[in-house]
């Protein structure tokens, strides 16, 4: 994820040409048939298993208050303010002093958790504590709730009582704790809830007068992804799954970087007890003037070793990203020296052991004392994420040669910086070139008249340079970073049409996704966004549909369509053809960007096909349409089979349309 609003750079972009409508007259009528020759004896590559992923970074609340199913903020009150998402209604409802008399966060060196809430009881009439949520808590009605937290008694309360209110603060559940010890201990209960509600908080109340001390509060639902505890909300990681991803890219984007490097991701400070992972602010939670958001943190809830085990249950490759010693350029630009970069460079060097590495090394060990001595068998890192400029590749040719040495086997993935053109781009492309790097991550966060006219961007590619992992594009409605910006169809189909480019050069990329992955509909920073949810539903954007149809249809060879008419634009078509050799069947996928229906034929030869075909179709008549909540699919695939005779099939497809066309062949 790149930061467009710090460089005048930025200003250049928002500049240039916004997107012409791709409504176009033409002479094409329904009367022209036009010819797609796909040869389906004639194999180009083998579509890589990594072809179609998923981009994931910690912006919009996409992991604490999204993915990762904790319902409390500021569980360990470690905030810069420290009872920050915390109402003391007794005083003041939306008190953030931590000398309130009545809850003080305290910091010591002395005790096992260097922050936690002293709450003194001093009234006949008790005391209460209110944590608000991520934007509240989406509660569900008879579903099960475990409420965890660490106490310490003082003196005089004996037990606390934990309550669900909703939105008019009425209770919606609630459990009762005794408190038995006067030294550190962990407690946990179950309540149930007997309504929904989104925008729940959390009570919490004390029975009798005196001092007691609480830390990492903690609220999850009990079903839970694979019904792991404390584990990853349900419905947002089946989406996930939905897509069929390749790999599993994290934790970003610009996140990887921090405005500074002492706020960088470390992930080091991710893996092992809950506990000992230290909050960091996150990195979004004041860039944009237009989404201020203070109270955006990370628990490190979810870590690297929850990165890595979610790759798995997707059955992806794993694909971290590691900072490279340079904090993000669109903010301070901070280096580390090179005569200082070891640790650096053994932070991923330590990643691989602890994603590979047997039970007897020390970061192996760890991962298997987190409940997985099976290595995770990670076979890429990369190595920064948009740096440019000289200072990148004195960098990373040092990170290269450390972990070749160590870890030949290892690809590693560089970048050409944050954008698809120009001096910093030209300059990496060279520099690249000369260091023989293996994949390399391009940014396209362009309108949607680029995607269309880059439709053959690596059609002429030098086939023996490095591979290309695009990993991160959105056409974007109005301009980059715009609050404005739509996951409207006009941006849908434009990203299609670049897809059927991506798909045809197959043999040079190697890896494709989509950014950002989630926003949550009342705390995002950045649009557009391939998922939308609230703390209750989730629903699909255009955009998804058409990444789901292009990566559970992705195949397994490229297929040849030389020759053919219209591949790449012309006539308003976009095409692509692929056989999956596994399930016998010769893939096509058309792409018509025209206001009218297109009459089209479809010539297959080299195989005998089967006597009937699907047509998987997503269109609408409108440019603009958007899904949503009200609406989640307003624009949704629609499927139906039509008989197939010879080797040819007449396709009539409908404006503004991209339409997935299968035939079994024998």
Known sequence: MNVKLKIPLFYILIASTLFQNCVQKD??????????????DDVIAEIQPTMYGIFFEDINLA?????????????????????????QPKTDRHSLNRNSGMAAVILSENEPNDHFARINVNSAEGYELINEGFRGMGIRENENYRVYFKARQQTGV????????????NSIGSTRVALESKEWDDYQSTLKADQTAEKAKLKITFEGNGVVDLDLISLFPQD???????????????????????????????????????????????????????????????????RPT???????????????????????????????????QFNTGELVPLDQLDPYVQDALDLIEFANGAVDTEWGALRASMGHPEPFNMKYIGIGNEQWGEVYIERLKIFIDEIKARYPDIIIVSGTGPFPDGEHFEYARQELKSLRTEIVDEHYYRNPQWFLDNADRYDNYDRNSYKIFAGEYAAQSV????????????????EAAFMTGLERNADVVYLTSYAPLMAHADGWQWTPDLIWFNNLNVYKTPNY?????????????????????????????????????????????????????????????????????????????????????????????????FEVSGNTIPVILSPQSLSVIKVKYQ
């Open 27 to 40: 002479t094409t009528t329904s009367s022209d048939q036009i010819v797609f020759e796909v040869k389906a």
């Open 63 to 87: 992991a604490d208050g999204g993915l990762y199913a904790e319902l409390v903020k500021n569980r360990s009150f470690e905030f810069h303010t420290p009872l920050m998402g915390w109402m």
């Open 158 to 169: 004996t037990g606390i009582n934990f309550e669900l209110i909703d939105e008019q603060d």
């Open 224 to 290: 839970t992804w694979k019904g792991r505890e404390k584990g990853l909300r349900k419905d947002l990681v089946q989406v996930l799954a939905d897509l069929n991803p390749g790999f599993l890219r994290f934790p970003g984007g610009c996140i990887v970087e921090g405005r500074t490097l002492d706020k960088r991701y470390q992930w080091k400070k991710t893996v092992g007890d809950l506990e000992q992972r230290t909050t960091l602010i996150n990195r979004w939670n004041t860039e944009f003037d237009h």
């Open 294 to 328: 203070p109270d955006y943190y990370q628990s490190f809830g979810i870590g690297f070793y929850e990165y890595f085990q979610l790759a798995e249950d997707l059955d992806a490759e794993p694909l971290p990203i590691l900072g490279c010693g340079i904090a993000c």
């Open 479 to 494: 301009a980059i970073a715009s609050p404005d910006n739509k996951n409207n169809w006009e941006c849908a189909l434009a």
């Open 545 to 641: 549909y058409v990444q789901q149809l292009f990566s559970v249809n992705k195949g397994t060879h490229l297929l040849n369509t030389e020759g053919s008419q219209s591949i790449k634009g012309e006539n308003h078509l976009y095409a692509s053809a692929v056989k999956d050799s596994i399930n016998r069947e010769i893939i096509i996928k058309l792409v018509n960007v025209a206001g009218h229906k297109q009459n089209t034929s479809l010539e297959i030869t080299g195989v005998a096909l089967a006597n009937e075909a699907g047509m998987i179709e997503l269109s609408s008549d409108s440019m603009a349409a958007e899904n949503s909540f009200e609406n989640p699919v307003n624009i949704a695939p629609e499927s139906n089979t």
